[in-house]
């Protein structure tokens, strides 16, 4: 493709997708018929054009849900329309896993085979798919291209599409005038092949969530998961849904703010930035506008909380925007979810139209924002850049996100679970909720148990329980290790699990809690298949932005792979040695926290649980 000046005509079906999101072209300046006497003497460009540049992502999504792929005619009429330049937009394109920029069967089955699913059988699906339908298409295609046929079908792996209680998992997508995304939960090698062949994928199983704890009246995050129809705003009500935003109201910003600050809230993504002090510091900003964005993108491997709370409880997150943005002073939320959970983007969307219509929002508005395949766009300004229509890029801080966040404007962000616990705040008090936990750690705190365990799920359980007890919950009879806060996080071993779950204890056990992934492995677990899944992961995920990240993520995956092939440069030792030159290199010089902690697990997978030591040195 020439991606200074794209030539190609979009087709009708291409123009319409276009058309459907954007409205149709007011001149030839923006896609229309060249000719009339206004388009000779007007030229659109300037500010009006780049207000528009937002819009790209969705408009790119629009192509790949309708065609199934982004082609050089589809890609020159969003230039158009929204003045972008197609050097920028295939920049764009070519950032995000769920874009094809090369032609695409239009059905197309996404088969995760990351840390929780290779240890529950995704390796026997990919086996039958390849022994059924060929040979996994990648992501990025090389070479000549090939014209497909309405009826073609294809299949790729997958990184973890947060359906870890539900492994193996498989996302199903059909492109077309009726697009569909359907999430699919204990895949067998069959029914993979059946509904990718026969383009019948049954029903999306995000919103059947695994919770053991279900109808617990200890629950606080949970309580209305799996006992409150999550379609019905009548029935969020009559559970006491709104009452929280309505004593906010009355209280005050002010009030609300300080009940924050005295229940000693922290970010439940990983960072656990005090979200008081966050709210309080874009609230006392001169600049407008303010922008609230909920972090939805959950897409660390093994973490799935975000999504149960989003499908099993949508008006509790739209009722906690809708605080924090009353205490903020932001008119505008979005929501950032990730593409891989379809049925929560419909269920907020259904929340927030329900909850408009009846008027309960008052000036507040919340936008949705899909990703688009990008495990980077958890880190904030890369999330920030995503929705201003750009890669995935994060950005250098400072300034943080509370001066210069969205479109350059003070922008609180918060993820799902964050928000999740400002309605019992406002509702019980700070001090009340503080009661809770340690004095570091309160509150609740949400875990997703999942791999060697008899009960997988969502767990509720306070700070401060330990480890061994939740385990026990999940029915956990033989851990040999467990993965502390997800493929950023830490393995600890079988025997480290009289450790109480707060942060502090976390942090001097040398672990972390991370966004709450506990992933159990079993005797029959291949440990080094883990570790080097992990490493790839990072490979594939990193943003390329800074050469530590970009190049040590390489390295870090060559090492492991030659230790396990036997071919080490120098030994074991010698590429242990490396591994943690590589390893520290990241840590201390890459831009964000997917570099910075790229080495972690790998290092305990070495440090801790000396797992290298049986390889020899
Ligand atoms: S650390 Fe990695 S993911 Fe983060 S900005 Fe640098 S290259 Fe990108």
Redesign the pocket.
């Known amino acids: 493709m020439d991606i200074r000046h794209i030539d190609a005509e979009p087709t009708a079906a291409e123009r319409d997708a276009i058309d459907a999101l954007l409205g149709p072209p007011a001149s030839s300046w923006d896609g229309g018929e060249r000719g009339s006497e206004r388009d000779a003497h007007t030229a659109v460009g300037g500010a009006a054009a780049r207000e528009q540049r937002h819009l790209l992502v969705p408009a790119l999504q629009a192509l790949q849900q309708r065609i199934g792929w982004i082609s050089e005619g589809g890609m020159g009429y969003v230039c158009r329309r929204l003045s972008v330049p197609p050097a920028e937009a295939w920049g764009v394109a070519t950032f995000y896993a769920l874009l094809a920029t090369a032609p695409r069967a239009k059905r197309v089955l996404h088969v995760c085979d990351d840390i929780a699913c290779r240890n529950r059988g995704a390796h026997a699906i990919e086996h039958e798919l390849e022994r059924t339908c060929g040979a996994a298409i990648a992501a990025e295609p090389r070479g000549e291209r090939v014209a497909l046929g309405e009826g073609d079908v294809a299949w790729m792996h997958s990184p973890c599409l947060g359906m870890c209680d539900h492994a193996p998992a498989a996302l199903y997508t059909e492109a077309g005038e009726s697009p569909r995304e359907v999430l699919l939960g204990n895949v067998t090698p069959s029914s993979a092949v059946h509904a990718l062949t026969r383009h019948d994928p049954g029903l999306d199983s995000s919103g059947t969530a695994v919770l053991p704890q279900r109808g617990d009246p200890a629950l606080v995050l949970l309580a209305r998961c799996g006992t409150v129809d999550p379609t019905s705003l009548d029935a969020y009500r009559t559970a006491g849904g709104f009452e929280a935003l309505a004593r906010a109201r009355a209280k005050g910003a002010e009030w609300v703010i300080a009940q924050l600050n005295d229940a000693r809230l922290v970010g439940r993504g990983g960072a656990a930035f005090p979200t008081g002090r966050k709210w309080e510091a874009v609230r006392a900003r001169p600049e407008t506008p303010h922008y609230l964005v909920c972090n939805a993108d959950e897409s660390e491997p093994g973490t799935f909380k975000d999504r149960v709370l989003l499908t099993q409880d949508p008006f509790a997150i739209v009722e906690a925007m809708t605080i924090a943005g009353f205490a903020t002073g932001c008119n505008v939320g979005f929501l950032y979810v990730r593409a891989e959970y379809p049925l929560a983007a419909v269920r907020v969307q259904n929340a927030i139209d329900a909850c408009t219509a009846a008027q309960l929002l008052g000036d507040f508005r919340i936008e949705i924002r899909r990703g688009a395949g990008a495990y980077?766009c958890g880190?904030e300004t890369?999330l920030f850049e995503s929705i201003e229509g750009k890669r995935g890029?994060?950005r250098s801080k400072p300034p943080f996100p509370v001066h210069v966040g969205l479109f350059g404007k003070p922008t609180v962000v918060n993820n799902v679970e964050t928000l999740a616990n400002v309605l019992p705040i406002v509702r019980l008090g700070g001090a009340a909720y503080a009661a809770t936990g340690s004095q570091g750690s309160t509150g609740t705190r949400l875990f997703c148990l999942s791999g060697a365990v008899s009960r997988p799920g969502v767990y509720e359980v306070p700070f401060g329980t330990m480890l061994r007890d939740l385990l026990a919950m999940a029915g956990a009879t033989e851990p040999t290790a467990i993965l502390l806060g997800g493929a950023a996080g830490t393995f600890v071993r079988g025997d480290e699990i009289d450790l109480p779950l707060t942060l502090e204890d976390a942090r001097a056990a040398g672990t972390t809690l991370g966004s709450g992934v506990v992933m159990v492995c079993g005797p029959g677990d291949d440990l080094h298949d883990m570790v080097r899944r992990i490493a790839g992961f990072?490979r594939d995920?990193?943003?390329?932005?800074?050469?530590?990240?970009?190049v040590g993520?390489v390295r870090q995956e060559e090492a492991l792979h030659r230790i396990a092939a036997g071919k080490t440069l120098g030994g074991v030792a010698a590429e242990l040695a490396l591994l943690d030159d590589v390893g520290v290199a990241?840590r201390d010089a890459?831009?964000?926290?997917?570099?910075?902690t790229?080495y972690s697990a790998v290092e305990s997978a070495i440090k801790r649980l000396r797992l290298y030591e049986e390889v020899g040195r």
């Open positions: 980077i880190e890369a890029e994060p990072f995920e990193s943003c390329g932005q800074c050469v530590p990240c970009r993520t990241m890459s831009i964000c926290g997917l570099g910075q790229a």
